[in-house]
DNA sequence: CCAAAAGTGTTATCGATACACCCATGT
DNA sequence: ACATGGGTGTATCGATAACACTTTTGG
Protein backbone atom coordinates (compact mmCIF):
# COMPACT_ATOMS: atom_id res chain seq x y z
CA UNK A 1 0.00 0.00 0.00
CA UNK A 2 1.27 3.22 -0.96
CA UNK A 3 1.51 5.69 1.63
CA UNK A 4 -0.52 8.44 -0.06
CA UNK A 5 -3.01 5.44 -0.37
CA UNK A 6 -2.66 4.01 3.54
CA UNK A 7 -2.96 8.05 5.16
CA UNK A 8 -5.96 9.22 2.61
CA UNK A 9 -8.09 11.98 4.46
CA UNK A 10 -11.26 11.39 5.10
CA UNK A 11 -14.05 14.33 5.80
CA UNK A 12 -14.89 15.19 8.97
CA UNK A 13 -18.75 15.82 9.84
CA UNK A 14 -20.87 16.33 12.95
CA UNK A 15 -24.28 14.76 13.90
CA UNK A 16 -26.97 15.84 15.75
CA UNK A 17 -29.18 13.68 18.09
CA UNK A 18 -31.98 16.84 19.33
CA UNK A 19 -34.40 14.73 21.52
CA UNK A 20 -37.76 17.01 22.72
CA UNK A 21 -40.61 15.41 24.77
CA UNK A 22 -44.02 16.75 23.88
CA UNK A 23 -45.69 15.44 26.92
CA UNK A 24 -46.67 11.74 26.16
CA UNK A 25 -43.84 11.31 23.76
CA UNK A 26 -39.69 11.38 23.70
CA UNK A 27 -38.76 12.35 20.08
CA UNK A 28 -35.93 12.88 17.77
CA UNK A 29 -35.55 15.89 15.27
CA UNK A 30 -35.01 14.31 11.69
CA UNK A 31 -34.68 15.96 8.15
CA UNK A 32 -36.03 14.85 5.18
CA UNK A 33 -33.62 13.85 2.34
CA UNK A 34 -34.43 14.15 -0.89
CA UNK A 35 -33.14 11.52 -3.27
CA UNK A 36 -33.12 11.51 -6.95
CA UNK A 37 -32.85 8.43 -8.49
CA UNK A 38 -33.36 7.75 -12.50
CA UNK A 39 -35.96 9.53 -12.97
CA UNK A 40 -37.62 9.23 -9.75
CA UNK A 41 -37.88 11.44 -6.63
CA UNK A 42 -38.34 9.85 -3.07
CA UNK A 43 -37.31 10.96 0.26
CA UNK A 44 -35.64 9.53 3.62
CA UNK A 45 -35.21 10.88 6.83
CA UNK A 46 -31.74 11.88 8.87
CA UNK A 47 -30.02 13.66 11.34
CA UNK A 48 -29.36 16.98 11.27
CA UNK A 49 -25.46 16.90 10.19
CA UNK A 50 -23.14 18.18 7.40
CA UNK A 51 -19.47 18.50 6.79
CA UNK A 52 -17.56 21.08 8.74
CA UNK A 53 -15.44 23.82 7.73
CA UNK A 54 -11.61 24.58 7.38
CA UNK A 55 -11.56 25.96 10.06
CA UNK A 56 -14.10 25.63 12.56
CA UNK A 57 -14.04 24.05 15.86
CA UNK A 58 -15.97 20.97 16.02
CA UNK A 59 -18.98 22.77 18.82
CA UNK A 60 -18.52 25.81 16.06
CA UNK A 61 -19.27 22.99 13.66
CA UNK A 62 -22.38 21.59 15.25
CA UNK A 63 -23.98 24.80 16.11
CA UNK A 64 -24.05 25.93 12.86
CA UNK A 65 -24.75 23.11 11.05
CA UNK A 66 -27.87 22.33 13.16
CA UNK A 67 -29.37 25.71 12.46
CA UNK A 68 -28.61 26.16 8.99
CA UNK A 69 -30.64 22.83 8.82
CA UNK A 70 -33.62 23.46 11.34
CA UNK A 71 -32.98 27.19 12.33
CA UNK A 72 -32.75 25.86 16.30
CA UNK A 73 -30.55 29.26 17.99
CA UNK A 74 -29.04 28.91 21.01
CA UNK A 75 -29.30 25.09 22.01
CA UNK A 76 -26.47 23.83 24.05
CA UNK A 77 -25.08 20.53 22.02
CA UNK A 78 -22.15 18.10 23.42
CA UNK A 79 -20.33 15.73 21.87
CA UNK A 80 -21.07 12.40 23.55
CA UNK A 81 -19.24 9.37 20.61
CA UNK A 82 -17.53 9.62 17.04
CA UNK A 83 -18.04 7.38 14.50
CA UNK A 84 -15.57 6.36 12.23
CA UNK A 85 -16.13 2.89 10.41
CA UNK A 86 -15.49 3.49 6.71
CA UNK A 87 -18.01 1.87 5.84
CA UNK A 88 -20.52 4.13 6.98
CA UNK A 89 -20.86 6.03 3.90
CA UNK A 90 -20.67 3.03 1.78
CA UNK A 91 -24.35 2.51 1.04
CA UNK A 92 -24.73 3.89 -3.26
CA UNK A 93 -27.30 5.66 -2.32
CA UNK A 94 -25.84 7.76 0.58
CA UNK A 95 -22.96 8.13 -1.54
CA UNK A 96 -24.50 9.61 -4.29
CA UNK A 97 -26.79 12.09 -2.08
CA UNK A 98 -23.03 12.81 -0.68
CA UNK A 99 -21.26 14.02 -3.77
CA UNK A 100 -24.37 15.55 -5.20
CA UNK A 101 -25.37 18.17 -2.42
CA UNK A 102 -21.50 18.52 -0.95
CA UNK A 103 -20.28 18.53 -4.70
CA UNK A 104 -16.65 16.80 -2.90
CA UNK A 105 -15.64 13.83 -3.88
CA UNK A 106 -16.54 11.88 -1.13
CA UNK A 107 -13.92 8.36 -0.08
CA UNK A 108 -15.52 8.58 3.89
CA UNK A 109 -16.63 10.40 6.70
CA UNK A 110 -15.79 10.64 9.96
CA UNK A 111 -18.38 12.25 12.30
CA UNK A 112 -18.48 13.93 15.28
CA UNK A 113 -21.83 13.39 16.89
CA UNK A 114 -23.52 15.77 19.49
CA UNK A 115 -26.71 15.50 21.55
CA UNK A 116 -29.03 18.06 22.84
CA UNK A 117 -31.97 18.13 24.80
CA UNK A 118 -34.71 21.06 24.01
CA UNK A 119 -38.62 22.33 24.47
CA UNK A 120 -40.31 21.02 21.97
CA UNK A 121 -42.35 24.55 21.51
CA UNK A 122 -38.89 25.97 19.85
CA UNK A 123 -39.92 26.59 17.08
CA UNK A 124 -38.15 25.45 13.98
CA UNK A 125 -38.35 26.79 11.02
CA UNK A 126 -40.07 24.15 8.49
CA UNK A 127 -39.55 24.31 5.15
CA UNK A 128 -36.00 26.30 5.64
CA UNK A 129 -34.36 26.23 2.22
CA UNK A 130 -34.16 22.91 1.21
CA UNK A 131 -35.12 20.78 4.39
CA UNK A 132 -38.25 20.00 6.33
CA UNK A 133 -37.53 19.42 9.80
CA UNK A 134 -39.59 17.13 12.13
CA UNK A 135 -40.47 15.26 15.00
CA UNK A 136 -40.47 11.37 14.97
CA UNK A 137 -41.38 9.21 18.06
CA UNK A 138 -38.50 7.25 19.28
CA UNK A 139 -39.96 4.57 19.35
CA UNK A 140 -40.61 4.30 15.57
CA UNK A 141 -37.04 5.01 14.93
CA UNK A 142 -36.82 0.95 15.36
CA UNK A 143 -38.41 0.63 12.40
CA UNK A 144 -37.43 3.82 10.01
CA UNK A 145 -34.33 2.90 8.26
CA UNK A 146 -32.05 5.88 8.49
CA UNK A 147 -29.33 7.53 6.57
CA UNK A 148 -26.32 6.26 6.95
CA UNK A 149 -25.44 4.90 10.39
CA UNK A 150 -28.13 7.28 11.51
CA UNK A 151 -29.65 4.88 13.28
CA UNK A 152 -26.66 4.04 15.29
CA UNK A 153 -25.26 7.44 16.22
CA UNK A 154 -29.55 7.91 17.42
CA UNK A 155 -29.06 4.97 19.59
CA UNK A 156 -25.76 5.70 20.97
CA UNK A 157 -27.20 9.44 21.84
CA UNK A 158 -30.08 7.84 23.51
CA UNK A 159 -28.01 5.86 25.53
CA UNK A 160 -25.81 9.15 26.78
CA UNK A 161 -28.71 10.65 27.75
CA UNK A 162 -30.09 7.59 29.87
CA UNK A 163 -27.04 7.92 31.60
CA UNK A 164 -26.57 11.22 31.94
CA UNK A 165 -30.22 11.43 33.37
CA UNK A 166 -29.50 8.78 35.68
CA UNK A 167 -27.00 10.62 37.10
CA UNK A 168 -28.19 14.56 37.05
CA UNK A 169 -32.06 14.07 37.11
CA UNK A 170 -32.37 17.94 36.32
CA UNK A 171 -30.94 17.38 32.98
CA UNK A 172 -34.70 16.51 32.24
CA UNK A 173 -35.97 20.38 32.85
CA UNK A 174 -34.18 21.02 29.57
CA UNK A 175 -37.16 19.08 27.99
CA UNK A 176 -39.83 20.74 29.97
CA UNK A 177 -41.96 24.09 29.10
CA UNK A 178 -40.71 26.83 31.61
CA UNK A 179 -43.30 25.84 34.13
CA UNK A 180 -44.53 22.39 34.29
CA UNK A 181 -46.34 19.46 36.84
CA UNK A 182 -44.52 16.85 38.58
CA UNK A 183 -46.88 13.89 36.35
CA UNK A 184 -45.26 15.76 33.56
CA UNK A 185 -41.49 15.20 35.04
CA UNK A 186 -42.53 11.67 36.46
CA UNK A 187 -43.76 11.04 32.87
CA UNK A 188 -40.84 12.25 31.09
CA UNK A 189 -38.22 10.62 33.46
CA UNK A 190 -40.08 7.19 33.02
CA UNK A 191 -39.79 7.63 29.22
CA UNK A 192 -36.35 8.45 29.62
CA UNK A 193 -35.55 5.74 31.80
CA UNK A 194 -38.35 3.04 30.66
CA UNK A 195 -39.22 3.06 34.87
CA UNK A 196 -42.35 3.24 36.41
CA UNK A 197 -41.78 5.93 39.50
CA UNK A 198 -43.85 5.92 42.34
CA UNK A 199 -45.49 8.75 42.55
CA UNK A 200 -45.20 9.65 46.39
CA UNK A 201 -41.25 8.68 46.14
CA UNK A 202 -40.70 10.57 42.91
CA UNK A 203 -42.22 13.68 44.25
CA UNK A 204 -39.66 13.46 47.19
CA UNK A 205 -36.73 12.78 45.25
CA UNK A 206 -37.15 15.93 43.27
CA UNK A 207 -38.07 18.81 45.99
CA UNK A 208 -34.89 17.87 47.18
CA UNK A 209 -33.27 19.10 43.45
CA UNK A 210 -31.93 22.48 44.47
CA UNK A 211 -33.77 25.21 42.06
CA UNK A 212 -36.44 23.24 41.56
CA UNK A 213 -39.64 25.58 43.13
CA UNK A 214 -42.98 24.92 44.00
CA UNK A 215 -45.20 27.46 42.39
CA UNK A 216 -48.35 29.29 43.82
CA UNK A 217 -50.13 28.38 40.19
CA UNK A 218 -51.97 25.43 39.12
CA UNK A 219 -52.34 24.20 35.64
CA UNK A 220 -55.62 25.86 34.09
CA UNK A 221 -58.11 24.25 32.01
CA UNK A 222 -58.17 20.33 32.70
CA UNK A 223 -61.59 18.61 33.56
CA UNK A 224 -59.85 17.35 36.65
CA UNK A 225 -58.12 18.35 39.77
CA UNK A 226 -55.92 21.01 38.35
CA UNK A 227 -52.53 19.97 39.27
CA UNK A 228 -49.80 22.36 40.82
CA UNK A 229 -46.86 23.69 38.68
CA UNK A 230 -43.46 24.03 39.26
CA UNK A 231 -40.27 25.86 37.46
CA UNK A 232 -36.66 25.26 37.66
CA UNK A 233 -34.22 28.34 38.17
CA UNK A 234 -30.76 26.90 36.43
CA UNK A 235 -29.40 29.74 39.02
CA UNK A 236 -30.24 28.17 41.87
CA UNK A 237 -28.84 24.80 41.01
CA UNK A 238 -25.70 23.83 42.64
CA UNK A 239 -23.58 21.44 41.58
CA UNK A 240 -25.23 17.69 42.10
CA UNK A 241 -23.64 14.74 41.85
CA UNK A 242 -21.09 15.69 44.46
CA UNK A 243 -23.32 14.44 47.18
CA UNK A 244 -20.77 11.61 48.61
CA UNK A 245 -17.43 12.92 49.60
CA UNK A 246 -14.75 10.23 51.13
CA UNK A 247 -13.19 10.52 54.51
CA UNK B 1 -15.60 32.21 0.65
CA UNK B 2 -15.38 29.86 -2.06
CA UNK B 3 -17.29 26.12 -1.60
CA UNK B 4 -14.07 24.35 -1.65
CA UNK B 5 -12.21 26.67 0.85
CA UNK B 6 -15.08 26.73 3.53
CA UNK B 7 -15.32 22.73 3.23
CA UNK B 8 -11.67 21.78 3.13
CA UNK B 9 -11.55 18.50 4.96
CA UNK B 10 -9.27 17.80 7.75
CA UNK B 11 -6.63 15.05 8.25
CA UNK B 12 -7.96 12.73 11.36
CA UNK B 13 -6.06 11.01 13.76
CA UNK B 14 -5.90 9.09 16.85
CA UNK B 15 -4.61 10.32 20.40
CA UNK B 16 -4.08 6.94 23.19
CA UNK B 17 -3.88 8.22 26.64
CA UNK B 18 -2.44 5.64 28.43
CA UNK B 19 -2.51 5.05 32.18
CA UNK B 20 -0.58 2.88 34.24
CA UNK B 21 0.04 2.37 37.99
CA UNK B 22 3.52 1.31 39.78
CA UNK B 23 2.67 1.07 43.46
CA UNK B 24 2.68 4.72 43.99
CA UNK B 25 1.92 6.87 41.17
CA UNK B 26 -0.12 7.18 38.87
CA UNK B 27 1.36 7.46 35.21
CA UNK B 28 0.96 7.92 31.73
CA UNK B 29 2.63 6.69 28.60
CA UNK B 30 4.45 9.45 26.59
CA UNK B 31 6.69 9.27 23.49
CA UNK B 32 9.65 11.34 22.25
CA UNK B 33 9.36 13.56 19.43
CA UNK B 34 12.54 14.21 18.28
CA UNK B 35 12.54 17.68 16.10
CA UNK B 36 15.55 19.11 14.34
CA UNK B 37 15.19 23.05 13.76
CA UNK B 38 18.03 24.17 11.74
CA UNK B 39 21.11 22.15 12.67
CA UNK B 40 19.93 21.48 16.21
CA UNK B 41 18.48 18.47 17.43
CA UNK B 42 16.23 18.61 20.73
CA UNK B 43 13.14 16.17 21.84
CA UNK B 44 10.18 16.95 23.29
CA UNK B 45 7.03 14.53 24.40
CA UNK B 46 3.93 13.80 22.88
CA UNK B 47 0.76 11.31 23.00
CA UNK B 48 1.33 7.87 20.97
CA UNK B 49 -1.26 8.98 18.00
CA UNK B 50 -0.63 9.50 14.50
CA UNK B 51 -3.27 9.53 11.10
CA UNK B 52 -5.40 6.58 10.41
CA UNK B 53 -5.61 4.84 7.27
CA UNK B 54 -8.42 5.39 4.68
CA UNK B 55 -10.09 1.60 5.11
CA UNK B 56 -9.82 1.62 8.91
CA UNK B 57 -11.75 2.01 11.87
CA UNK B 58 -11.18 4.52 14.65
CA UNK B 59 -11.13 1.80 17.17
CA UNK B 60 -8.86 -0.19 14.90
CA UNK B 61 -6.34 2.78 14.27
CA UNK B 62 -6.16 3.18 17.67
CA UNK B 63 -5.03 -0.33 18.49
CA UNK B 64 -2.80 -0.01 15.48
CA UNK B 65 -1.06 3.12 16.74
CA UNK B 66 -0.52 2.08 19.98
CA UNK B 67 0.97 -1.00 19.15
CA UNK B 68 3.37 0.63 16.38
CA UNK B 69 4.67 3.33 18.44
CA UNK B 70 4.71 1.69 21.83
CA UNK B 71 4.61 -2.48 21.17
CA UNK B 72 1.61 -2.36 23.47
CA UNK B 73 -0.92 -5.81 22.00
CA UNK B 74 -4.29 -6.60 23.18
CA UNK B 75 -4.64 -3.34 25.01
CA UNK B 76 -8.46 -1.77 25.54
CA UNK B 77 -8.96 1.13 24.25
CA UNK B 78 -12.17 2.86 24.65
CA UNK B 79 -13.19 6.47 23.01
CA UNK B 80 -13.67 9.65 25.13
CA UNK B 81 -13.65 12.54 23.39
CA UNK B 82 -12.77 14.43 19.98
CA UNK B 83 -10.62 17.05 19.38
CA UNK B 84 -11.01 19.45 16.60
CA UNK B 85 -10.19 23.06 17.57
CA UNK B 86 -8.42 24.28 14.24
CA UNK B 87 -6.02 25.63 16.26
CA UNK B 88 -4.35 22.79 17.49
CA UNK B 89 -2.04 21.93 15.07
CA UNK B 90 -1.18 25.86 14.43
CA UNK B 91 2.46 25.81 16.39
CA UNK B 92 4.83 25.79 13.82
CA UNK B 93 6.90 23.38 15.48
CA UNK B 94 4.28 21.24 15.79
CA UNK B 95 3.60 21.85 11.76
CA UNK B 96 6.76 21.24 10.58
CA UNK B 97 6.98 18.06 12.49
CA UNK B 98 4.18 16.49 11.40
CA UNK B 99 4.39 17.50 7.40
CA UNK B 100 8.06 15.95 7.99
CA UNK B 101 7.57 12.92 9.78
CA UNK B 102 3.77 11.94 7.37
CA UNK B 103 4.70 13.46 3.98
CA UNK B 104 1.26 15.06 4.05
CA UNK B 105 0.61 18.30 4.10
CA UNK B 106 -1.20 19.26 7.03
CA UNK B 107 -4.01 21.64 6.89
CA UNK B 108 -5.65 20.72 10.34
CA UNK B 109 -6.31 17.52 12.39
CA UNK B 110 -9.46 16.15 13.71
CA UNK B 111 -8.44 14.02 16.78
CA UNK B 112 -9.97 11.10 18.59
CA UNK B 113 -9.12 10.26 22.09
CA UNK B 114 -9.06 7.19 23.34
CA UNK B 115 -7.92 6.26 26.82
CA UNK B 116 -6.64 2.60 28.56
CA UNK B 117 -5.67 1.67 31.76
CA UNK B 118 -3.25 -1.20 31.76
CA UNK B 119 -0.34 -3.15 34.12
CA UNK B 120 2.75 -1.12 34.36
CA UNK B 121 4.14 -4.12 33.95
CA UNK B 122 3.72 -5.35 30.55
CA UNK B 123 6.32 -4.89 28.00
CA UNK B 124 6.43 -1.50 26.08
CA UNK B 125 8.95 -2.08 23.13
CA UNK B 126 11.20 1.01 24.16
CA UNK B 127 13.46 2.19 21.88
CA UNK B 128 11.15 0.43 18.87
CA UNK B 129 12.19 1.55 15.42
CA UNK B 130 12.37 5.46 16.14
CA UNK B 131 10.14 6.00 19.09
CA UNK B 132 10.99 6.18 22.75
CA UNK B 133 7.62 5.79 25.21
CA UNK B 134 8.43 5.77 29.42
CA UNK B 135 6.11 6.68 31.76
CA UNK B 136 5.82 10.04 33.29
CA UNK B 137 4.13 10.68 36.69
CA UNK B 138 1.03 12.51 36.18
CA UNK B 139 2.00 15.07 38.38
CA UNK B 140 4.35 16.35 36.06
CA UNK B 141 2.38 16.78 33.49
CA UNK B 142 1.20 20.52 34.91
CA UNK B 143 4.73 21.56 34.44
CA UNK B 144 5.55 19.90 31.09
CA UNK B 145 4.87 21.16 27.80
CA UNK B 146 3.51 18.40 25.53
CA UNK B 147 3.39 18.51 21.63
CA UNK B 148 -0.05 19.89 20.10
CA UNK B 149 -2.90 20.15 22.92
CA UNK B 150 -1.68 16.90 24.18
CA UNK B 151 -1.64 18.58 27.23
CA UNK B 152 -5.93 19.16 27.82
CA UNK B 153 -6.00 15.90 26.02
CA UNK B 154 -4.34 14.15 28.48
CA UNK B 155 -6.27 16.11 31.39
CA UNK B 156 -9.42 15.25 29.93
CA UNK B 157 -8.68 11.82 29.81
CA UNK B 158 -7.95 11.61 33.64
CA UNK B 159 -11.29 13.40 34.34
CA UNK B 160 -12.95 10.57 32.02
CA UNK B 161 -11.40 8.12 34.04
CA UNK B 162 -12.29 9.69 37.64
CA UNK B 163 -15.89 9.43 36.57
CA UNK B 164 -15.71 6.09 35.33
CA UNK B 165 -13.91 4.82 38.65
CA UNK B 166 -16.30 6.82 41.00
CA UNK B 167 -19.29 4.81 39.00
CA UNK B 168 -17.47 1.91 38.83
CA UNK B 169 -14.40 1.22 41.01
CA UNK B 170 -13.85 -2.48 39.61
CA UNK B 171 -12.11 -0.47 36.60
CA UNK B 172 -9.06 0.41 38.83
CA UNK B 173 -7.86 -3.57 38.87
CA UNK B 174 -6.77 -3.02 35.14
CA UNK B 175 -3.99 -1.28 36.57
CA UNK B 176 -2.74 -3.34 39.36
CA UNK B 177 -0.93 -7.03 39.30
CA UNK B 178 -2.98 -10.47 38.96
CA UNK B 179 -2.72 -10.61 42.58
CA UNK B 180 -2.42 -7.23 45.04
CA UNK B 181 -3.12 -6.02 48.60
CA UNK B 182 -5.87 -4.04 50.16
CA UNK B 183 -3.66 -1.45 50.56
CA UNK B 184 -2.30 -1.17 47.39
CA UNK B 185 -5.75 -0.88 45.40
CA UNK B 186 -7.01 1.87 48.44
CA UNK B 187 -3.58 3.89 47.46
CA UNK B 188 -4.97 3.88 43.57
CA UNK B 189 -8.30 4.43 44.38
CA UNK B 190 -7.42 7.94 46.66
CA UNK B 191 -4.75 8.52 43.94
CA UNK B 192 -6.86 8.54 40.89
CA UNK B 193 -9.82 10.23 42.85
CA UNK B 194 -8.44 12.56 45.17
CA UNK B 195 -9.45 11.57 48.41
CA UNK B 196 -8.20 9.58 51.50
CA UNK B 197 -10.56 6.54 52.20
CA UNK B 198 -10.97 5.02 55.47
CA UNK B 199 -9.49 1.97 55.62
CA UNK B 200 -12.31 -0.27 57.21
CA UNK B 201 -15.05 1.17 54.80
CA UNK B 202 -13.28 0.65 52.07
CA UNK B 203 -12.44 -2.45 52.84
CA UNK B 204 -16.12 -3.01 52.95
CA UNK B 205 -16.73 -1.32 49.98
CA UNK B 206 -14.52 -3.54 47.55
CA UNK B 207 -15.83 -6.92 49.19
CA UNK B 208 -19.07 -6.50 48.06
CA UNK B 209 -17.62 -5.86 44.01
CA UNK B 210 -18.28 -9.59 42.75
CA UNK B 211 -15.25 -10.75 40.92
CA UNK B 212 -12.73 -9.31 44.24
CA UNK B 213 -11.26 -12.76 45.37
CA UNK B 214 -9.02 -13.19 48.41
CA UNK B 215 -6.64 -15.53 48.21
CA UNK B 216 -4.92 -17.57 50.91
CA UNK B 217 -1.74 -15.84 50.78
CA UNK B 218 0.37 -13.59 51.71
CA UNK B 219 3.17 -10.92 49.94
CA UNK B 220 6.25 -11.93 50.90
CA UNK B 221 9.22 -10.25 52.10
CA UNK B 222 7.92 -7.56 53.59
CA UNK B 223 9.34 -6.61 57.43
CA UNK B 224 6.16 -6.18 58.63
CA UNK B 225 2.89 -8.31 58.45
CA UNK B 226 2.62 -9.53 55.42
CA UNK B 227 -0.58 -8.45 54.12
CA UNK B 228 -3.27 -10.50 52.40
CA UNK B 229 -2.86 -10.82 48.60
CA UNK B 230 -6.92 -10.34 46.39
CA UNK B 231 -7.27 -10.96 42.83
CA UNK B 232 -10.07 -9.95 40.83
CA UNK B 233 -11.72 -12.69 38.32
CA UNK B 234 -13.53 -10.86 35.57
CA UNK B 235 -15.51 -13.84 34.25
CA UNK B 236 -17.21 -13.85 38.10
CA UNK B 237 -17.75 -9.85 37.41
CA UNK B 238 -21.17 -9.10 37.35
CA UNK B 239 -22.75 -6.01 35.64
CA UNK B 240 -22.25 -3.59 37.96
CA UNK B 241 -23.92 -0.03 37.77
CA UNK B 242 -27.44 -1.50 38.07
CA UNK B 243 -27.81 -1.85 41.82
CA UNK B 244 -30.92 0.37 42.15
CA UNK B 245 -34.37 -0.06 40.07
CA UNK B 246 -37.38 1.80 40.59
CA UNK B 247 -40.93 0.96 41.02
C1' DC C 1 -72.68 11.74 42.08
C1' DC C 2 -69.35 9.93 39.17
C1' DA C 3 -64.97 9.75 36.71
C1' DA C 4 -60.29 11.10 36.57
C1' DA C 5 -56.28 12.43 38.28
C1' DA C 6 -53.91 15.01 42.29
C1' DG C 7 -52.02 14.93 46.59
C1' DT C 8 -50.07 13.10 50.70
C1' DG C 9 -47.09 9.98 55.31
C1' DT C 10 -45.03 6.04 57.58
C1' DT C 11 -42.22 2.15 57.98
C1' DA C 12 -38.33 -0.97 56.61
C1' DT C 13 -34.11 -1.64 54.42
C1' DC C 14 -29.71 -0.58 52.65
C1' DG C 15 -25.61 1.75 51.79
C1' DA C 16 -22.39 5.20 53.47
C1' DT C 17 -19.89 7.26 57.20
C1' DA C 18 -17.32 7.93 61.44
C1' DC C 19 -14.36 6.05 64.49
C1' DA C 20 -9.93 3.08 67.69
C1' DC C 21 -7.71 -0.80 69.14
C1' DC C 22 -5.19 -5.20 68.87
C1' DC C 23 -2.28 -8.30 65.75
C1' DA C 24 1.63 -10.21 63.20
C1' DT C 25 6.18 -9.82 61.65
C1' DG C 26 11.16 -8.51 61.14
C1' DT C 27 14.93 -6.43 63.39
C1' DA D 1 10.62 -5.15 73.05
C1' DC D 2 9.61 -2.10 69.59
C1' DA D 3 8.41 -0.25 65.21
C1' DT D 4 5.66 -0.79 61.21
C1' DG D 5 1.80 -1.45 58.83
C1' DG D 6 -2.28 -5.08 58.77
C1' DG D 7 -6.68 -6.28 60.13
C1' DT D 8 -11.19 -5.85 62.15
C1' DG D 9 -16.87 -4.18 64.19
C1' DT D 10 -20.46 -1.13 65.56
C1' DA D 11 -23.55 2.69 65.75
C1' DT D 12 -25.64 6.48 63.22
C1' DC D 13 -27.58 8.73 59.38
C1' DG D 14 -29.60 9.57 55.13
C1' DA D 15 -31.56 7.89 50.89
C1' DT D 16 -34.48 4.71 48.77
C1' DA D 17 -38.48 1.59 48.38
C1' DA D 18 -42.93 -0.26 49.41
C1' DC D 19 -47.42 0.78 50.00
C1' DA D 20 -53.39 3.08 49.89
C1' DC D 21 -56.59 6.32 50.83
C1' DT D 22 -58.72 11.00 50.51
C1' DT D 23 -59.37 15.37 47.79
C1' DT D 24 -60.58 18.27 44.01
C1' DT D 25 -62.78 19.33 39.86
C1' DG D 26 -65.62 19.15 35.63
C1' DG D 27 -69.24 17.07 33.45
Redesign the interface.
Known sequence: MS?E????????SVDCVVFGFDGEKLKVLLIERIISENNDNFSDKKLPGS????????DT?ATRILNELTGLKNIFLS?F??????KRTSNPRDKNWLEKT???EI??I?T?GYVALIKISRKIIFESENTTARWYDIKTLKTMKLAFDHNQIAEEALKHIRHKVM?EPYTLFELLPQKFTMTQLRNLYDIV?E????VR?FQKKMLQVEGLEQLNEVQKDVPYRAPRLYRFDKKKAKNTLNKS???
Chains 1, 2 share one sequence.
Open positions: NMMKYNPHVIIYEDEDLAQHSFGDPTQLGRVVLLTKSDNRKK
